[in-house]
């Protein structure tokens, strides 16, 4: 296989993972293929089977006996979430990922989630473009409230629709929650004045008083506490049964400058009060309301562990709230293609970070966020999937890549006009032919292969 002269370069500079790179024996995917309209095959091979150019499995999963990953936190785990969990380890322990995307059915370029005329929504840009769906849907707690942090029941009927719509299409389901500033009532990058505010919404907090904010957050736990029981379900049997979720609270705590930034990031505040909100949101949502569907993901930024004098793999502990409060050890980070070297390696240095950690603590890994720095429409090279993100991941991160139980990527939001898109969104375009081989991949995973390998929904 031969790479782009700036590939070349990047994996020259790297040293020990060039050398590991090189050992490789990679077969470029066929790509180009012309895309055709939906219709009742492709139907049936999106809900039960795999394309038919594409090996059938990369490999069968570890039995279960030799996976060394310690089991949910939640003791009371349901059924469903247990077996989630095992199906992640599996993952973990096997080649490849499974490829997700924030939103993807929630909205993309030139459309949202509301139906049309006819009451249909349109099919995600991921699968307009590579037939298939994602094998993890993203969704967010904010979208359960209105712009006045208010429960938004419209809202909360059509999050629970997509949600059992994506599990039924054999999509894990993951959700995070940049909370909502508590006390500005703005949003959580709005963060004026923001010191020690995870104090505030902790009861009792480290003076041993209920902090002043803490009902508000009670208020807002408690909508997503109802949202889990009441519409995140599904059918089995003719039982309503509660489908698994990975949970990812209080992300990126790592990013952020005093007074900016995120007002639960550690920067404006301290990793005690932060191991305290994160173990007082664990003990709320599990032992107080009962939800026992969660798997807890912890994501620092990656990008954010590197800097003069740092040590990334202790950096990535500084915050972690303790094995007997996590569940999946995950990161999020991004590049602007392969020019970008600092970030490049800040990700595929992570990428080995959550491997060897999560492995020392017996957790599940993961990459929760990645993709090209602020969309695609910034790629001038059109191409990145598989040309850039995938090779330079594989030949830079080795055999750490392989143990992500799953990546995730952005949300396309925008207007035909001014488009915001980390997956391509049009399935004639050189972007959706570099995204086709990517899915063409033995590495990644996709919906219709994640029921085929778990025999339903994971």
């Known amino acids: 296989m031969t790479f782009p002269p700036r590939l070349q370069h990047v994996l020259a500079g790297s040293g020990i993972f060039a050398a590991l790179w090189l050992s490789l024996n990679v077969t470029t995917a066929q790509v180009g293929r012309p895309f055709s309209a939906r219709s009742e095959a492709l139907i049936e091979a999106r809900e039960r089977s795999i394309p038919a150019e594409k090996p059938r499995m990369k490999s069968q ?17 349901t059924a469903e979430t247990r077996r989630l969990h095992v199906h992640l380890a599996m993952l973990a322990y096997r080649e490849g990922f499974a490829f997700g995307m924030q939103g993807d059915h929630h909205g993309g370029v030139g459309w949202d989630d509301k139906p049309d005329g006819n009451g249909v929504v349109p099919d995600s840009d991921l699968f307009k473009v590579a037939g298939v769906d ?8 904010n979208w359960l409230f209105d712009a006045a942090n208010n429960t938004d029941p419209k809202g909360i009927q059509m999050l629970g629709e997509e949600m059992r719509a ?8 993951t959700i995070h929650w940049p909370m909502t500033n ?12 923001c010191s020690h505010l995870i104090d505030t919404v902790l009861s009792p907090n480290l003076q041993g008083e209920q902090g002043r904010h803490y009902l508000t957050w009670k208020r807002w736990m408690d909508v997503f506490a109802d949202f889990l029981a009441n519409e995140a379900w599904f059918y089995k049997n003719g039982v309503r049964t509660p489908i698994p979720v990975l949970f990812r609270p209080w992300h990126e705590m790592n990013q952020g400058e005093d007074g900016r930034g995120r007002w639960y990031q550690v ?3 301290s990793p ?13 949502l599990r032992d107080r309301r009962g939800i026992h569907q969660l798997l807890y993901v912890y994501a620092p930024s990656l990008n954010a562990l590197a800097c003069d004098g740092c040590d990334p793999d202790r950096a990535y502990l500084e915050n972690y709230p303790g094995d007997a409060w996590v569940d999946v050890m995950a990161g999020d980070g991004y590049f602007a293609g392969i020019d970008d070297q600092t970030r490049l390696m800040n990700v595929a240095n992570g990428i080995r970070i959550i491997a060897e950690t999560a492995t020392a603590h017996r957790k599940i890994p993961a990459l929760s966020e990645t993709g090209f720095k602020d969309g695609l429409q910034h790629n001038l090279d059109q191409d990145f999937w598989y040309a850039q993100w995938l090779t ?26 001014k488009p915001s898109f980390f997956v391509p969104y049009l399935p004639g375009s050189a972007e959706a032919q570099d995204f086709r081989a990517f899915r063409d991949d033995r590495a990644t995973l996709f919906a219709n292969e994640l029921l085929a390998l778990f025999d339903g929904p994971p």
């Open 272 to 284: 005690e009060e932060y191991n305290a909100l994160w173990q007082q949101t664990v003990t709320y």
């Open 267 to 269: 920067a404006n505040n």
């Open 392 to 417: 330079s991941m594989r030949g830079l991160s080795g055999p750490s890549l392989n143990r992500m139980a799953y990546v995730m990527t952005w949300s396309n939001s925008g207007s035909l006009t």
């Open 182 to 193: 508590p006390q500005t009532g703005t949003d959580d990058r709005n963060c004026p004045g």
């Open 166 to 173: 994506a599990h039924a299409r054999g999509e894990i389901i």
């Open 134 to 141: 994602a094998g993890v849907s993203g969704y967010n707690v």
């Open 61 to 77: 999963p570890f039995p279960a006996e030799f996976i060394d990953v310690a089991g949910p936190i939640d003791a009371a785990a």
